[in-house]
């Protein structure tokens, strides 16, 4: 494979950049606003390129790194429903929507990938941003794409749907496919948190495991403006209470040999997840460290694209971009 190139702004976490560095991509440029965030992009990768900055500031003339790569990619915050549109900021995330379209117009990137919550895929409340994006590029070039994706279908321990934008330029656009399951069936959040709830020698870490046999509900990193960290609305808060895990607050250790567990006592007896569970069912790798107070770790967690997400988007633009010019050169 080629050395493919990208530029990722709203990086957060650098879920999706740590996916795409995986299928082979290397990155010219990291920015986000969040000082906790750019912290941990610069922890785990030293050597990337990564600008503390918002993307509604940034000005590609200031960074001409950022010019002719292949991909940029846009992990970008979640825009809110209709029954949230009232809030004071709620048009901070369809603003930084547009501003990501309009940054495809100045670096001209090959590809373009931008994912948000399932709705912009096909949702009737996202058309006018669709239509947007389609009068923006199309006469760029760009042909395009729009499809959900579940985590859980690439590995990840996590019910966790996400709405993909995809525009090719027009002569690489037929070799792209959007990305295919990678696995038959999902992995549980038992099977994956079953090793550290046992790592303090908690007895019952086994059975716990055996009873928590499904995917998790969605991670919800929450905004700045909301108070402590959670495990996400009162739905999924059922949904975890079933697997005897207490989601109204996140532990600060595993269980140790004298925790008692027993749900039918109540949410004391059950179990909290830390930060770094939390990071290992959003399919984050143990080595990668999350920087900042629990619940600035947890919200970058519950924002981040999933890296085996993102790194089957990767390599699926790969195949595309690397295979378009493997034609151009054969031809």
């Keep these: 494979m080629s050395g ?175 990305p295919t399951p990678t696995v038959l069936e999902p992995t549980t959040v038992g099977a994956t948190l079953g090793p550290s709830m046992a790592s303090r020698g908690w007895q019952d870490a086994t059975r716990w495991a055996a009873q928590a046999d499904q995917p998790a509900p969605t991670l919800v990193g929450g905004s700045k403006n909301r108070g402590g960290a959670d495990l996400g609305p009162t739905g999924a808060k059922r949904k975890w209470a079933t697997m005897g895990v207490n989601a109204h607050t996140l532990g600060d250790m595993v269980p140790g040999p004298e925790f008692v567990w027993d749900p039918e006592l109540g949410r004391e007896n059950m179990v909290k997840i830390t930060v770094e569970q939390a990071a290992l069912l959003q399919g984050f790798p143990d080595s990668w460290e999350i920087a900042g107070l629990k619940t600035a770790r947890y919200r970058q967690i519950g924002h981040a694209t999933p890296p085996p997400v993102g790194e089957a988007l990767g390599r699926a633009f790969a195949e595309a971009l690397d295979g378009e010019q493997a034609v151009s050169a054969a031809g």
């Design 4 to 178: 493919l190139t990208f530029v990722d702004v709203c990086s957060g976490a650098g879920g999706l950049a740590l996916g795409l560095e995986r299928a082979g991509f290397m990155p010219r440029l990291l920015l986000d606003d969040d000082t906790s965030a750019v912290t941990t992009l610069r922890t785990n990768r030293p050597r990337w390129n990564v600008l503390h900055t918002d993307l509604l500031d940034f000005d590609p003339a200031e960074h001409p790194v950022s010019y002719d790569v292949d991909l940029l990619a846009a992990g970008l915050p979640r825009v809110k429903s209709s029954a949230t549109a009232a809030r004071e900021d709620s048009g901070v995330e369809e603003r930084l929507l547009e501003a990501a379209v309009y940054l495809v117009h100045a670096i001209r990137p090959r590809a373009v990938l931008i994912e948000n919550v399932p709705g912009l895929a096909d949702a009737d409340e996202y058309q006018p941003f669709r239509d947007f994006a389609r009068a923006e590029l199309a006469h760029l070039g760009y042909e395009f794409s729009w499809f959900v994706l579940n985590a859980a279908d690439f590995g990840v321990p996590q019910s966790r749907k996400q709405g993909v934008l995809v525009a090719v330029e027009r002569n690489r656009a037929q070799a792209f496919r959007p």
